[in-house]
């Protein structure tokens, strides 16, 4: 089988890293970056912790424009596809390079497959909300990580080749999190204490973008009990600089780079409470945990809130700095996203689909 895998931006390398070591040694897997993401603490850093191999293309995108990033990355993916005709294209999430994978495999006829399929936060400002959709709607085979995303997928009429795999992230969650308790040093480097701190990240363009919602998010995150660490995706950086909350931010925060994935494991596993506008974050906050504090009106994550270990409190300063005094870590926890095999799972379906198929004809 031949897979031809699209990713760009920093949790796809982590989610396609699952599903890449389960396709070893048997498929052929041709892993293509977009290069969405490029600085190298966004993007190298995690091909290199986590051994995956080299993209045998970077199509060297870069950042721009909703548009013009994706129509650049659907030209350039729709060469790359006619060139390596693969049995199946793999795309991972909600953003601009999943969609153009998507665009440009369903209009080649090539078969597409959807990881984290079904999920919505019924947001349509959220430019994530759109690609998921499309991408969903666009998609042969629909991995959903819960019950609640193959319900979804349901509502809209998507009920062929939908599989409930589980969350891919939950399996590279079990694999980094003892790894990184015993191989970081993040909290000596960043002079914490396990348990005494609060992590935050921020990034999303609903969040930096409006200077209100983030100054107040910046000021509720001031008002922590403990310090609060916020490694600063790039954009939060620009977008802090521009609003002229850099000195707000650095003064009450600590502001530092992106960290690698062992590293930032460690941190959520090490910290009080997360506070986050992630996806991603919010579910290894789960499993690992450590109660969450969304910086969104809305999740698609919702068994996380559903079962009390994530509050959603938007961008209300008051709202935030009230959650961040009391920690909610309730008794029990239910497991919605799957025993931790998704990776299996996936080509597991694959292998169904396409070799034993094959076999048929
Ligand atoms: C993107 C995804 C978002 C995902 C996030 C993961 C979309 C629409 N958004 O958001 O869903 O949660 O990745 O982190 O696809 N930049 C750099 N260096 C880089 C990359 C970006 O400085 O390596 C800066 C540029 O100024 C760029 C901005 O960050 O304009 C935003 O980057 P972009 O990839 O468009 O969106 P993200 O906010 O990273
Ligand atoms: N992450 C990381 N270093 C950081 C911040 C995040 O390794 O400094 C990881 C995090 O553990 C998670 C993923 O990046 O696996 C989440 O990425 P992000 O929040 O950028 O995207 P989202 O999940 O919101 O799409």
Redesign the pocket.
Known sequence: MKVLTVV????QFIKAFVVSRALKPEHEEVLVHTG????EE??DVFFDELGMDEPAYNLGV???S?GQ?TGEMTAELESVMIQESPDVVLLY??????LAGAIAASKLDVRVAHVEAGLRSHNRDM??ET?RILTDHASDVLFAPSESAVDQLESEGITDSVYNVGDVMYDSLLWARDRARDMSDVLSRLDLIEGKYVLSTV???GN?DDPGRLESIVRGLAAAPYPVVLPA???TV?RLKAHSLWELATSELQVVDPVGYLDFVRLMDGSVQIATD???IQKEAFYLDTPCVTLRDDTEWTETVEAGWNVLVGADQSLIAETLQTPDSPESKPNPYGDGEAGTHIVDVLETLIVDNRAQV
């Open positions: 760009g931006a920093r949790p969405q993401h490029y600085d966004l993007s870069g950042s721009g909703h990033q999430g909600d953003t601009n390079s999943t430019p994530e690609n990034h999303r363009a930096t995706h790039p954009r620009d992630s996806g991603g």
